[in-house]
């Protein structure tokens, strides 16, 4: 009995052991192609990881995104765009009708890959994996959309700023050269503090 108790010790201890070493290297995503991409491909890159739709408010940060993949692409930086529909249905159609939406609506080249849950019983690993290392960090109650995000969730729950989920779109996770999850930054938050964060991140060899 207590042989068998020591060997379900040992189990329980490999199986924490593991779970804490993950990175995010260890995942696998399927891009907009449905191939499968490890992002171990990404190694020694710095990426910011958002979650994405089509038809929100927020939806113009695709220009922004943009812009900065210009500006630093050539310097290691990668944005991964994986559109999620659960945040007001605002990601309809399918991956293909949106990578056609966002190409010609703002002419993006970074990596779009297939829509995904970011939260619930089907959240992608990756996500939950994300969530793990950065907590949600309050919307910005000096933007209206901040204000009304945080006044309709609060209403739901009162505790709602207490988990770590994803809250809505274009939330953003930003990964360092060496794989970890540095940053998180919520939709309301001003795309030049993101800038800001990347530059820094570059240049952090």
């Known amino acids: 009995m207590l042989k068998k108790f020591l060997i379900c010790s040992l ?24 191939k499968e991409v490890s992002l171990s491909d990404y190694k020694g890159k710095v990426m910011l990881i958002v979650n994405t739709a089509t038809r929100c408010g927020f939806t113009p940060q695709y220009k922004e995104l943009e812009e900065l ?6 310097s290691g930086l990668e ?5 999620c529909n659960q945040f007001g249905q605002q990601a309809p159609g399918s991956i293909e009708e949106i990578h056609n939406f966002c190409t010609a609506n703002f002419n993006i080249h970074f990596p779009q890959f297939d829509k995904i849950d970011v939260n619930g ?4 690993p990756l996500f939950t994996y994300l969530k793990s290392k950065q907590a949600f960090g309050g919307f910005d109650l000096n933007e209206r959309l901040g204000k ?5 969730m ?28 540095i940053k998180r930054f919520e939709p309301t938050d001003k795309m030049a503090d993101v800038e800001m964060e990347i530059a820094k991140a570059l240049n952090n060899q």
């Open 11 to 34: 189990l329980a201890f490999l199986s924490l052991s593991n779970a804490s070493a993950q990175t995010v290297y260890d995942f696998k995503v399927t891009n907009d192609e449905g």
């Open 121 to 124: 019983d089907n959240a992608h």
């Open 154 to 181: 609060r209403k739901k729950d009162p505790e709602f700023d207490k988990n770590p989920d994803i809250k809505w779109n274009f939330t953003k996770f930003l990964i360092d050269r060496q794989g970890n999850v």
């Open 69 to 74: 993949y210009q500006k630093y692409s050539q």
């Open 79 to 83: 944005i991964l765009d994986f559109p």
């Open 148 to 152: 009304l995000l945080d006044d309709m």
